[in-house]
């Protein structure tokens, strides 16, 4: 284990693996690859030894709690890192979506309150499938859940991680 500040914080990066900390742990000797920002509020940082996730107030935009994302200011170190995915848009959502849109534009002359409703709850779908678009899951040990975040530039992010945990992983 490495060395501690007055708050028993590991401050030299080796803490256990699967361990998510406090971002003010940060050390000063990390080289930052990237950052940038979170589409829905808050920053990231890629440094040679972690991922440092600064959420403004811990909530998603859609509502969802503390199981989907970081509290403010925490860091995954790279060795704790299983798997990182990214995808751009679930296009099985989107298609759906309009599907339904059309069905209640087509059923018009049936009945206008019933497409309406389609319509409605198809236009939902949209707008919940263009808001997670860019999202990047980050798979670790020990933890259930994957940390999820959506950067503002998702391949200058995922290159970052690429080569901080190559970097890692080679030496």
Known sequence: MGAANATGDDVDGDAPVGDVRSAATLAGDDRVRYRGDDRFGGTLCVTDRRIVIGDVDGVGDDGASDDRRTVDGHAIPLQAIEEVTYRSTDWFTLLLGVGIVAFGLASISRSRLGAAAFV????????????????????????PKPVTVHPVDPDAFLAAVDASLESVRSG
């Open 120 to 143: 409605v709850v198809g236009l939902g779908s949209l707008v919940v499938t263009w808001r997670r678009r860019g999202r990047v899951r980050i798979h670790t040990h020990g933890r």
